[in-house]
């Protein structure tokens, strides 16, 4: 018999502490985008599976949800990443806005399948996105404010790894030809050099090599761009590394593909000490228009849970007790300075065992 308490698989319940703790990064992050400048929007969790796909150039729907809506006989898909839908709104009802136009969110993603180092299907997901233009500045302001997100988040120890989405597929139009690109991308991303050989492919085995620290794995691609094919990209890599070298470790892994299904020119993937996997990810896109015309835009997407289940969330307010017999105004004049309270019913509540960290004795505070 199923237990009544089990969830579907990688579905899971936040109790307190964690959910609180899961508010506090989330706050934190939207904080940090309102005050750079991005307005907020909160697009539905679920909508038309086709409006959720073919936004964003190159977005698949492999990893998509659905249901059929009784209401309007048609697929809805529930929403696997929120820039599509951002995408969608820019595109649509924000398409008369001034651009660059910036805009942040917060909540809830739903895929198929969680992967093995996450298990979770649910996530969330916070960001913000510039529409308008993927340039160099764009995409350093992007990364920046990503940094400081998590930062203000409680993420320490920052890196962020650059990676160049594009790249096989440029080199494969040009200067690199080969039969199936399809086949090439997926062996780079297993960085298989005895598969790429087989492929005939062996042309782009430096590029496995060329993934490491920023600078030598500029000068390593550098070296083999022989056409100059990858000169604005190593350049745009340049610039972003020395704008953020100062405060996050920079990698370069040119071949890294995988999670960046939309990205083109430019994309990153950012890691935190203490934190499992990838902390964010984002990049550059394009969106695709009503009327077919594409737009550029660059932003990220920073994933909550796993900062939580690194426990490094900022601290939540002091829990007082108030024991009984309190006077009434001591709740208001503590939860002005900022801390809650937990008031006593009876004589036999324990202070320590409802989870407080301080009790109100002799008209002050004081800690358990
Ligand atoms: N939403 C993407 C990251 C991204 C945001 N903007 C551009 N890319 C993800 O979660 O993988």
């Known amino acids: 018999m199923t237990s009544p308490s089990l969830l579907p698989e990688g579905l899971r319940d936040r109790l307190p502490p964690e959910a609180e703790a899961l508010g506090r990064v989330r706050g934190a992050v939207l904080t940090t985008t309102e005050l750079n400048g991005y307005a907020r929007v909160e697009p539905p969790l679920a909508e038309f599976e086709t409006t959720l796909l073919g936004r964003l150039k190159s977005s ?5 949800l659905r249901v059929i809506d009784p209401i309007s006989q048609r697929t809805l898909a529930l929403r696997p990443d929120i820039t599509a839908q951002v995408g969608r709104i820019a595109a649509t009802r924000l398409a008369h806005r001034a651009r660059p136009l910036r805009l942040c969110y917060a909540g809830q993603v739903l895929k198929v399948r969680g992967t093995q180092l996450r298990p979770e299907r649910e996530m969330c997901q916070a960001g913000a996105e510039i529409v308008g233009t993927d340039a160099v500045p764009a995409v350093i302001e992007a990364v920046r404010v990503a940094l400081d997100a998590l930062a203000a988040a409680g993420a320490t120890g920052l890196s962020v790894d650059l990676t160049l989405p594009d ?13 199936d690109v399809d ?9 298989d050099a005895g598969a790429l050989a087989a492929l005939g492919a062996t042309a782009y085995l430096p590029l496995i090599e060329a993934a490491g620290p920023v600078d030598a794995a500029i000068e390593r691609l550098s070296a083999i761009d022989s056409g100059g094919i990858l000169a604005s990209r190593l350049a745009g890599a340049r610039a972003i590394a020395d704008a953020i070298g100062g405060r996050a ?4 892994d040119p071949t890294e593909r995988h999670g960046f299904e939309y990205q083109s020119w430019i994309g990153f993937s950012l890691f935190a000490d203490g934190v499992r996997g990838e902390v964010g990810r984002g990049g550059a896109y394009s969106i695709v228009h009503p009327d077919g015309r594409e737009e550029p835009a660059v932003g990220f997407s920073i994933y909550l849970d796993p900062i939580v289940d690194a426990g490094v969330a900022p601290h939540g307010r002091d829990r007082v007790f108030l024991p009984l017999g309190t006077e009434g105004q001591v709740a208001g004049t503590l939860h002005a300075q900022g801390h809650a309270t937990v008031a006593a019913l009876s004589d036999a ?5 409802l989870g407080c960290t301080h009790i109100w004795a002799g008209g002050a505070l004081q800690p358990l």
Do not use: C, F, S
């Not at 509540?349 to 065992?353: F, G, N, S």
């Open 60 to 64: 698949r729907g492999t990893d998509l």
């Open 167 to 179: 790249l096989v597929a440029t080199l494969a139009a040009g200067p690199m030809p080969v039969a």
């Open 183 to 191: 086949a090439v991308i997926h062996e780079l991303d297993g960085k």
């Open 249 to 252: 470790t920079v990698t370069l």
């Open 349 to 353: 509540d324990d202070a320590a065992a």
